[in-house]
C-alpha cells in the first residue's frame, strides 16, 4: 500500500538550500541522521503535464519522471512582501489563465516556482 511521497530536490549547495526551507520558507523537518534534514510538505498535489522527449532524470542508476517543484499559496503579493522581509527576491510575477506565478532563487542558486492558482485545487482531497 503506497503511504505517501518522498520528493527529491537535487542541490549543489545542499546544506544551505535545508536551511532556507527550515528557516526561511519555515518547513518543519527532522533529522534522519548528521544533520540531512527531511521536510514535513505542506498539502500537495500532482499535476501531469504533456511533455515532448527528454523529461527524465537520472537518480538510483534508473531514468525516473523528471519534476518541476512549485509552493503555493493564497496570495501571491502577501507572499511575496512577506518572503522580501526575509531578504528573499522573487522575479517579475507573471499572470497565466491557471494563475499568478514567480520564481523563488535558493541560495544554490536553483529557482523554484511559486503560484496562487486560480483553478480549482486537489488539496482539500489529501
Keep these: 500500500m503506497i503511504t505517501g511521497v518522498h520528493f527529491l ?44 522527449g527528454g523529461v527524465a532524470q537520472r537518480d538510483a542508476e534508473h531514468d525516473l519522471a523528471g519534476a518541476m517543484m512549485y509552493v503555493m499559496c493564497d496570495d ?5 512582501k512577506s518572503l522580501k522581509a526575509r531578504h528573499v527576491e522573487c522575479t517579475e510575477v507573471q499572470k497565466a489563465e491557471w494563475g499568478l506565478t514567480t520564481t523563488i532563487r535558493l541560495p544554490s542558486g536553483m529557482l523554484i ?10 488539496l482539500a482531497l489529501g
Design 76 to 80: 501571491l503579493q502577501s507572499t511575496i
Design 9 to 52: 530536490l537535487h542541490s549543489a549547495d545542499a546544506e544551505a538550500d535545508r536551511a532556507f526551507f527550515r528557516d526561511v520558507l519555515q518547513f518543519r523537518a527532522i533529522d534522519a541522521g548528521g544533520g540531512w534534514l527531511i521536510f514535513a510538505l505542506p498539502p500537495a498535489e500532482l499535476g501531469i503535464h504533456p511533455a515532448s
Design 113 to 122: 516556482g511559486l503560484y496562487e492558482p486560480r483553478h480549482p485545487t486537489a
